[in-house]
């Protein structure tokens, strides 16, 4: 047993009178964490009703016990007995012993898992009077770290699905977009030949593969597109041009798809008009993707309202529909990768439900946004923004 009088580090200078102190005793009493102290000859003195409750034990059970036989009262709650002892005995081996968050399994009365901790207690000339136990119920944190840990694997793994999702989109993308480059080109040579010979029947039916050839390769594109923001790749080639123009130049394009349905566009252009320095096609392309839905989803002869305006430090361009509009629920789902509505008109016209989501991603990438608000019944507006940066300017 050690003597000395210089008080040990980690070890706690109290006398065990002190210990029993009833002001302690009060404090600790309260404790959630079980106390537990023993003396010299390791016969318990004090224990707090926490960690009586935690072995299952009385208070009338504790006192006066012969050490052997308080060992086997703890020891009968405990999962593991036989190492439970022989590392107490290790403890008690060495009175310096200090140890910290050792994890025991309790079985009885009830399961949980606790972390202990173990000091030497000596008095104030330094010498060994006994030591203090502290069990902690662990039970819950352990289990909330476990499904924390869980939780992260499960994202980790769909992060990696997600991965090769986008790795695969790409490459069979890619993959399909070399023959069909072929099948248009052969196809556009044979209707050239054919508007020669003045063979309409063939003629017809070559235009049926050409439509249907166009249509799989923007369908192919907008895959492209998805995987490229998915891997956060997005190409912004960034150039000087003029709002209005490049409006224009969006509505002109749409025209072969609003004239069959005998809709108006109505422009309202931007004035004063301003000069930015972003992607011109991309901005052609986001609203040529507005313009479309903004026909397919409204009946024939509505009139199309396009509003080109500066909003304090943004340029931005609205579209205003008569369609049948869309229900609040569903506007944030818009975004979603191939999301449709499931409304007859939606049905009824074709599209994979990537238009929007590339929008937007590309709207973002392009330091600006797009948003939507509707109302059922009357229409829809998407207005897409820039940001005026430095050195873009407005005509004066
Ligand atoms: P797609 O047009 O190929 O379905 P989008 O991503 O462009 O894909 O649009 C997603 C869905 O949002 C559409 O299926 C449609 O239900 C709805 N939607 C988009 N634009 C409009 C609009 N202007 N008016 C009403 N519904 C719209």
């Not at 065990?16 to 390791?42: M, N, P, Y």
């Not at 992260?152 to 769909?158: D, I, K, Q």
């Not at 050409?210 to 998915?230: A, C, M, P, Q």
Request: hydrophobic share 40%.
């Amino acid at each position: 047993m050690a003597t000395s009088h210089e008080p040990r580090r980690g070890a706690i200078p109290l006398s065990l009178a002190h210990l029993r102190d009833s002001q302690i005793d009060a404090v600790i009493g309260a404790a959630k964490e079980g106390f537990l102290l023993v003396d010299a000859e390791r016969q318990i003195i004090w224990a707090n009703p926490a960690l009586r409750a935690m072995f299952g034990l009385e208070s009338a059970d504790l006192l006066g016990r012969s050490s052997s036989e308080l060992r086997s009262l703890l020891t009968e709650s405990v999962e593991d007995p036989a190492s439970f002892l022989s590392r107490n005995e290790e403890i008690y081996q060495d009175e310096a012993t200090i140890i910290e968050d050792e994890i025991v399994k309790i079985s009885q009365p009830r399961s949980i898992t606790t972390s202990r901790t173990s000091v030497p207690v000596v008095s104030k000339e330094g010498e060994y009077v006994g030591r203090l136990w502290i069990y902690r119920d662990v039970t819950k944190a352990l289990a909330a770290e476990r499904a924390k840990a869980e939780l992260e694997a499960t994202n980790r793994r769909l992060v990696e699905l997600s991965e090769t999702k986008s790795i695969f989109l790409s490459t069979i993308s890619h993959e399909l977009r070399t023959p069909l480059t072929a099948v248009l080109a052969h196809s556009d040579l044979i209707k050239r030949r054919q508007a020669c010979s003045g063979n309409e029947k063939d003629l017809q039916h070559i235009e049926v593969i050409l439509r249907g050839g166009e249509r799989l390769k923007s369908l192919i594109d907008d895959l492209l597109d998805v995987s490229d923001f998915e891997s956060t790749v997005m190409r912004i080639r960034e150039s000087r041009f003029f709002i209005n123009d490049a409006v224009s130049s969006a509505i002109d394009s749409i025209a072969p798809v609003t004239a069959p349905k005998h809709q108006r566009i109505v422009l309202e252009q931007c004035s004063p008009d301003a000069q930015i320095v972003n992607d011109r096609e991309r901005f052609e392309q986001i609203l040529g993707n507005l313009l479309s839905n903004a026909s397919k989803y409204s009946v024939d002869g509505s009139v199309i309202r396009v509003v080109a305006y500066i909003d304090g430090n943004a340029v931005k361009v609205s579209v205003n529909d008569q369609g049948e509009g869309i229900d609040q629920s569903n506007l944030f789902s818009l975004f979603e990768p191939f999301y449709r509505g499931d409304d007859e008109l939606t049905r009824s016209t074709q599209g994979a439900g990537l238009g929007l989501t590339i929008s937007r991603s590309l709207a973002r990438a392009m330091r600006g946004d797009l948003e939507v608000s509707s109302e059922l019944g009357t229409g829809s507006t998407f207005t897409f923004g820039l940001p005026l940066i430095e050195g873009e300017w407005i005509a004066s």
